[in-house]
Each structure stands twice: as structure tokens, then as C-alpha cells.
């Protein structure tokens, strides 16, 4: 198992002993309940960031959050090589937030993709009124959801701090082919609905 990985979840799992006093446990509870609501404010920090950033942006407000995404993310594999696990875990809360603007300014069937409490709700929806058809793009979600997670946690495992380089490799393509999506749009005029 990576070193690195069992570190950083040191942060979130307090180990009580037979011996441990209350006190301590609660402190160990406190530290945790920190550490928990700081990524929680890193992620709504990244989401306000971007927001920001690609609101002066508007044509290329896509490619501009997975950029901010991508940095977020390889400062966090420097701050990471460089000792404190926390503050990378910060940044990666932060490119969450970051990638949660990618449709802001979209439709709302787009700006949904991003929400898994609204596609579980959609889901449910479509299941109950027997609209089977309608459950195909929540059932993609999630299946998308799930794979990436697995995907992302076995490149942890194999890799151990290289997978936040091959993140941030993804989010720099992924910028650089929506960059190139963004540009052929703007010159072919705006027949998107939604915006480019």
C-alpha cells in the first residue's frame, strides 16, 4: 500500500486506543470535524475562484476551469511531494470545485450532469412513473461516476502521488481540446443555444 495514501487518510481517521481517554477522543473528533469542513470550504473556495475567473471569460470559460482545474491539481502534487498531505487534499477539494463550473452557464439539463443529488432524483423520478427511457442519462451518470471513481482510486494505488500529475495531464488535454471546440465555435458563429 503507498505510503502516501495511508498518510494523508491519517488526517480523517483517528485511531482510539483501549487507553484513550475521552478527552483525547474528543479532541481526535474536533481535529477531524477541522480538517473535514476546511476541504469543504476549499471546495466552495474553488467553485467562487472559477467562477470569478471564467465570468471575465465567456467564450472560453470551459477550457479556462479545467486549466484552473488542472493547476489546482499539480500544486497539489507539489505540496504533496513536499511533505504535508493536508494542504494537497485542500487543493484537490479545490479542482473539484473548479470542475463544477465547466456547464455554470448552460441549460439546466447540462448544469445538472455535474449534480449527483439531482440525478439521483431524476432517477428515482423516471423509475417510479415507469418512464424508462428518461433513466438513460441518469444511468449514465452514474455508471461514469462509478468508473471514474474506480479509475481514480486504482491509479492512486498503482501510482500513489503520480496520479494527481496524471490528473492534472487529463485536465491540461481536456482544456486544450475544449480550448480548440470553444475557438471552432466562435468563428462559426453562435448557433449553439447555449453558449460557447
Known sequence: MPSVFWRSA???????????????????????????GGAVLALLSGVVLTSLITSRSTRFRRSVALLVAGLFLGCGFVLLHAGPAYGAILLIASAMGAAHCLFEQDAAPLRDTLLPSVQAVRLGEALAAGRLRETRRSLAFWLVFVVGGMLGAGAWFLTDRWALVLAAGFAFCAAIGARQLERFRSTDGPSNPNGA
Open 10 to 36: 491519517a488526517c480523517f481517521s483517528p485511531r482510539p486506543t483501549r487507553t484513550a481517554s475521552l478527552p483525547r477522543s474528543l479532541a481526535d473528533g474536533s481535529r477531524v470535524a477541522l480538517h473535514a
